[in-house]
């Protein structure tokens, strides 16, 4: 009979250290060997069914940053699909994550999809909802997600437009979709065709879709983006949003898990080459755009005014 240190490693492979009771049992670790197991500290009982040698942890405060996906809030994903069993499938935000998709707005929780005809889901820290049919689903970092049209469709259906366009114009930066597919596939009318509409391939960050969105829904449409400004004959900068007729520019601040001391440095000598030849100025913030819309809108308007 094997120990509980090895029936565990042979049923977690791959698994983020993670196994099922029927894994474990299948292991050779019997019901009363997994009971004191537990009562003993060997394992942790993470969800009904699931079993770990660690408990799972909070997940960090980006689930997407430069080094990729949050390994905690894979493992909580592992976790929540190992629970709810082999029909469920990562979806929505949390296929985002996956995918390594950058979001306007992460998930609080772990979205996930499973069969209509499941009884009653309650599991910490997810939130599953039921489908009337089979779903298409890929396997990625190990996990079964929703392929990257269907993750589109989903957003687009249950989140507000501005998450929406970022998450499309970040599968658009990735090359994980093509826009003129899409085009083709997505309904007339959709919450997708919407997004699909305001789609910009050339987006630099999400904040930049966010602050499009924004103009958008105000009349306020500038007529470049991601502009290459010139003078003296040289490169100046390549700019987020441009009215070059009023010499007029709008920057989104993206940067959300550092601000280094060369970056602002590089910004403001791009700035302030920009105001040398007659160029004004407008920045906004992650904070701002998100949480004081109109302050980023009436301030755009007066420059507008200002210039004209």
């Not at 060369?262 to 755009?289: H, M, P, Q, S």
Request: include cysteine; charged fraction near 25%; proline fraction near 6%.
């Amino acid at each position: 009979m094997p120990s509980v240190a090895a029936a565990f490693a042979a049923a977690a492979t791959e698994q983020r250290d993670l196994a099922t009771r029927a894994q474990l049992l299948a292991a050779g670790l019997g019901r009363t060997r997994l009971s004191r197991a537990v009562a003993a500290g060997e394992l942790v009982r993470v969800h009904p069914g699931v079993y770990g040698r660690t408990a799972l942890e909070p997940p960090a405060e980006h689930l997407l940053s430069s080094n990729g996906a949050d390994p905690r809030y894979l493992r909580m994903v592992q976790a929540a699909l190992l629970a709810l069993g082999p029909d469920a499938v990562a979806c929505g935000r949390t296929a985002a994550v996956v995918w390594g998709l950058d979001l306007l707005v992460e998930p609080t929780s772990v979205e996930v999809t499973v069969g209509r005809n499941r009884s009653r889901i309650v599991l910490e820290s997810v939130t599953a909802s039921r489908r009337s049919a089979a779903m298409a689903s890929e396997l990625v970092q190990g996990i079964r997600v929703t392929p990257v049209p269907l993750t589109l469709r989903r957003v687009a259906r249950t989140r507000p437009l501005g998450e929406a366009v970022a998450l499309l114009d970040a599968a658009l930066r990735r090359e994980l979709i093509e826009l003129p597919r899409l085009v083709a596939t997505v309904g007339r009318g959709s919450s997708l065709e919407r997004a699909v509409r305001l789609a910009d391939p050339r987006s630099g960050s999400v904040l930049e879709s966010a602050l499009r969105v924004l103009f958008a829904q105000h009349g306020l449409v500038p007529p470049e983006s991601q502009y290459v400004v010139r003078g003296g004959g040289r490169f100046l900068a390549r700019v987020d949003f441009c009215w070059p007729g009023l010499r007029l520019i709008v920057e989104a601040d993206g940067r959300r898990w550092h601000d280094p001391e060369d970056a602002r440095k590089a910004d403001r000598r791009r700035a302030n080459a920009c105001a040398a030849y007659g160029w004004r100025i407008l920045r906004f913030t992650w904070a701002e755009v998100l949480h004081e819309p109109a302050y980023v809108v009436a301030s755009v308007q007066q420059a507008l005014r200002a210039a004209a």
